[in-house]
T-cell receptor, first 116, second 113 residues
Framework: SAVISQKPSRDICQRGTSLTIQCQVDSQVTMMFWYRQQPGQSLTLIATANQGSEATYESGFVIDKFPISRPNLTFSTLTVSNMSPEDSSIYLC?????????????FGAGSRLTVL | QKEVEQNSGPLSVPEGAIASLNCTYSDRGSQSFFWYRQYSGKSPELIMSIYSNGDKEDGRFTAQLNKASQYVSLLIRDSQPSDSATYLCAVTGVTGGGNKLTFGTGTQLKVEL
C-alpha cells in the first residue's frame, strides 16, 4: 500500500492564524481525501482532492475555510484558515487503493492541531 | 438516525475470548464495508473489507455482512491485549459515486489479562 508522509505532525496555533498541512504520497494516486477527527469523535470527510480540478467539499466545509491544493498526483495541501479553538483536531490525509474504486483508504499519520 | 452506528463501548473481554463488534448502517444501497483499527494517538489502519453477504475470515478476524438487516460485524478470536484499540466501521454510500466512505464513531475494545 501507499506510504503517506504528512506534516506537521502536530502544532499549536494562535486564534486567527492559518496553517497549511502537507501530504506527500510515494506513488501516483488519483484521489486524495482530507478527514478531520475531533477529540473523541470519528472521522469526518472534509473534501476530496483530485489533480487538475477543484476539490469537492462535504456539507459543512467550505473552500474559504479549508482551501486545498492538488498540484500533482503525489502531493496535496490543506490549509485551515482563520483558526478558532473549535478547529483543534487531528487532520488526516488519505489515499484510495484498489482498482475497483476509491474505497480502500490508507491514512497518513495525521496532523494534530491545537488552537489557543 | 446516524448513517453508521456503533456502540461506543468500552467493550471489555478477557484475553483469549472472542470479541464481537457490531455496526449498523442506514444507506440500503451501500456496497462496501470496512473495519479499521485505530490505536490511541495513531491513524486508522484497515483490517478487513467485505463486499457480499456472509462471512469473510482473515486469520483471527471474521467480518460478517447482512445487507438485508443492514448489519456488519467483526469477530476477533483469541483476543490479545494488542487488540485493544478503537474499531471503526466504515461504509461506502450511494451518493458521491459510491466513493464516499462514512465512518461510525468507533467501538473501544479492551482486552484484559
Amino acid at each position: 500500500s501507499a506510504v503517506i508522509s504528512q506534516k506537521p505532525s502536530r502544532d499549536i496555533c494562535q486564534r486567527g492564524t492559518s496553517l497549511t498541512i502537507q501530504c506527500q504520497v510515494d506513488s501516483q494516486v488519483t484521489m486524495m481525501f482530507w478527514y478531520r477527527q475531533q477529540p473523541g469523535q470519528s472521522l469526518t470527510l472534509i473534501a476530496t482532492a483530485n489533480q487538475g480540478s477543484e476539490a469537492t467539499y462535504e456539507s459543512g466545509f467550505v473552500i474559504d475555510k479549508f482551501p486545498i491544493s492538488r498540484p500533482n498526483l503525489t502531493f496535496s495541501t490543506l490549509t485551515v484558515s482563520n483558526m478558532s479553538p473549535e478547529d483543534s483536531s487531528i487532520y488526516l490525509c488519505s489515499v484510495a487503493q484498489g482498482g475497483s474504486g476509491a474505497n480502500v483508504l490508507t491514512f497518513g499519520a495525521g496532523s494534530r492541531l491545537t488552537v489557543l | 438516525q446516524k448513517e453508521v452506528e456503533q456502540n461506543s463501548g468500552p467493550l471489555s473481554v478477557p484475553e483469549g475470548a472472542i470479541a464481537s463488534l457490531n455496526c449498523t448502517y442506514s444507506d440500503r444501497g451501500s456496497q462496501s464495508f470496512f473495519w479499521y483499527r485505530q490505536y490511541s494517538g495513531k491513524s486508522p489502519e484497515l483490517i478487513m473489507s467485505i463486499y457480499s453477504n456472509g462471512d469473510k475470515e482473515d486469520g483471527r478476524f471474521t467480518a460478517q455482512l447482512n445487507k438485508a438487516s443492514q448489519y456488519v460485524s467483526l469477530l476477533i478470536r483469541d483476543s490479545q491485549p494488542s487488540d485493544s484499540a478503537t474499531y471503526l466501521c466504515a461504509v461506502t454510500g450511494v451518493t458521491g459515486g459510491g466513493n464516499k466512505l462514512t465512518f461510525g464513531t468507533g467501538t473501544q475494545l479492551k482486552v484484559e489479562l
